[in-house]
């Protein structure tokens, strides 16, 4: 599935960008997949009680850390795909 999304970047930009630029875009995209894996734990931590080793004030605060730390990364991952995938790329830099 990531190399059919690396394959479809590469045609829709002509073959004609740099490897750091094409490197970012492959960061954004797992950025984005690392978003849902943080929110799902944390959710996984806060809703489902069958971790029944942990007390339950253990599972919150680590079920909210990552929910919260999820958001963050989705808040930069929004950032970057903005950046990577929706400006202008700059010759003259």
Known sequence: MIIDLIFVILIQN????????LMQQVT???????????LGVGCYFVFF???SY???????????T??????????????KIVEVFFTK?????
């Open 14 to 21: 002509n073959f004609s960008m740099n490897g750091d630029r």
């Open 49 to 51: 009680s069958n971790l």
């Open 54 to 64: 942990l007390d339950k004030a253990v599972r919150v605060i680590m079920g909210s």
């Open 28 to 38: 954004a995209i797992f950025s984005s997949f690392m978003v849902l894996f943080y």
């Open 66 to 79: 990552f929910i919260f730390y999820g958001l963050y990364r989705a808040y930069r991952a929004y950032v």
């Open 89 to 93: 790329e700059n010759d003259d830099e």
